[in-house]
């Protein structure tokens, strides 16, 4: 193999070429510096003379099936200038590692589509060095996302796993990126992203979240001049789950056999979308007759397809008129629970109409939460935290890819 092979085929400058070893389940390169290439690791200085060498192996890109190894006599080099013995730089490979960037690179290529256990099987490593490799490369481009040029976000929680593990997520909305993983949920889980805020100088439009009152406070005392937009996905799930426990309450106090018979499988039919009925499993004819026979759960019903319509309004004040109306019919409809629903929708009424400025959710956000899900499924669960965290930063980069 010549010295111009090595430069042009394996991308290596600056050496030349001694010799082949090949072995039985490996190629080994031997390969020696040029003189005239040896610089001062620190001042660059050519002023410098050969003090020893230390030999280095690299694993490289492999040919066909068999792994490539790079040999070389690392020079010790006294400099002149800096009066110090250094070691001198090996452009193609960072220090401390034993494989080259180019193998590197090719690991990372092969991740895209391969898991990391096939990555490790296919090149003949360990997975840890498979893992190593993509972690500094995550480390080194996502460990810290620029805040700068947000305006606006979500912010939601996501659990991980049992005993109650919670994550807090804050999403770019504009870029779809996660900008800030932080563990537990709560106010005390976002006071990292605050303090990395403040410092960025980032002006935010508005937020999207949940009426948690732990993230409302804290958007307010961190955000002040920030929208707070409650998301419309939580608003109409917390109505759901209240609707389902009305419906067991109604069902403990029904005396009639018939209305607890018909009572006892309407759950699903209460939170489907009437559009989502299935005519052919007679959904539709059931949900009416439970209907006729209590008149409670049907005024609960109604209501719950109305408060659908608040955020199809054609303006602000026609949505506050709307919401007003909403509240006066629950008040009037003697329903405990709708009753407190309206007082929970009137606390949060700001929030609510501000949706009207600021047409945003954490649907992009629920979306990511699921990614997430599907990352610790795929992967059976994460030992290492840190990679899981920086797996998260990165999801917005990630290809997925249909293989078999």
Known sequence: MSTSLLYHGFGLRGYDYQRTIYEESAVRFRLR????SLRCPACRSEDVQRRGQVRR???HLPIGSKPVFIELDVARVYCRRCRVIRQVNVPFADSQRTYSRAFARYVLELRQSMTITHVARHLGVSWWMIKDIEKRYLQTHFSRPKLKHLRQIAIDEISIGKGHRYL???L??????????????????????????????AWIEAVATDMSPAYIQAVYENLPDAELVFDRFHVVKLFNDRLSDFRRQLYREATDQLEKDVLKGTRWLLLKNPEHLDDIRNERERLEEALSLNQPLATAYYLKEDLRQFWEQSSRSAATRFLNDWCARARASGIRFLQKFANTLEGHRTGLLAWYEYPISTGPLEGTNNKIKTLQRQAYGFRDQDYFRLKIYALHKTKYVLVG
Do not use: C, M
């Not at 510096?33 to 005239?36: I, S, V």
């Open 168 to 170: 807090t997520v804050v």
């Open 172 to 201: 770019d909305l504009e870029s779809g990126a996660v900008v800030h993983v932080g563990d537990g949920k709560g106010a005390d889980a976002l006071k990292p992203f605050w303090k990395r805020l403040k410092a960025s100088h």
């Open 57 to 59: 192996v690299w694993q």
């Open 33 to 36: 510096q040029k003189r005239d």
